[in-house]
């Protein structure tokens, strides 16, 4: 019996260069496994993220005042996701229904109290007693029976004057004290006796009892002459 030996022999130079290019192979297979996973990654990322960063956006338009804003229902959304965006257009519902019963309510009032007012000036204004309104010290309005009494032609020539000066300078100190006590609504002086200036510089004695009021929203004083 013969027993035959076969022996190859490969250079170190081809060895080498079979391990180089195998390895070469298995690195660039793993950069772009790799370059998969994260790009898949960033996929899975993105899409988790986007009901996330869908609710803010839509918060922030809510914040602007758009108050139909909602976050929209999505089907692959997750249980909490979804829940998350059914939780938040419910407060935005409430939201929106509490903002329209304001207005509601804001225009209610703001009707009555035009309505207040215009029942309270007609009322002034066919007085047969003079009655000056007064803010910050200056005339706003006077009826019909104070434009005569002041010898004026018109209330025009009487709103935006200075009251000082149709009040006589021996009673600018009692001015000064009566404006201090109205200086908040509700508020009340006794009457007193003081002298006026016509338009004309003649003088005339009246009995003068004032009242702070709130009309149209904004603090003026109403002087009965």
């Not at 004695?205 to 003026?220: A, F, K, M, P, R």
């Amino acid at each position: 019996t013969q027993i035959w030996t076969l022996v190859h022999f490969v250079s170190t130079g081809d060895a080498l260069r079979d391990l180089k290019r195998n390895a070469d192979t298995l690195v660039t297979v793993g950069l772009v496994i790799a370059g998969l996973s994260l790009a898949l990654m960033a996929w899975v990322a993105r899409r988790l993220s986007l009901p996330l960063r869908q609710l803010a956006s839509t918060a922030r338009r809510l914040g602007r005042g758009n108050l139909a804003a909602r976050v929209r229902a999505r089907t692959h959304e997750s249980r909490e996701i979804a829940d998350l965006g059914q939780a938040f257009n419910r407060m935005a519902e409430e939201i929106e229904r509490e903002h329209h019963s304001l207005e509601a309510k804001v225009q209610e009032r703001t009707a009555a109290l035009a309505e207040s007012e215009a029942r309270y000036r007609s009322l002034v204004e066919w007085s047969p007693e003079p009655a000056l309104l007064l803010k910050n010290s200056l005339v706003i309005y006077a009826n019909p029976a104070a434009v005569r009494m002041l010898g004026a032609q018109s209330p025009a020539q009487l709103v935006g004057k200075p009251s000082l000066e149709l009040l006589h300078p021996d009673y600018h100190h009692l001015a000064h004290e009566r404006a201090a006590h109205l200086a908040s609504p509700g508020h009340s002086t006794p009457m007193i006796e003081e002298r006026l200036l016509r338009l004309d510089g003649s003088g005339i004695d009246v009995e003068v009892q004032s009242t702070s009021i709130l009309y149209g929203g904004e603090l003026v004083v109403y002087s009965s002459l």
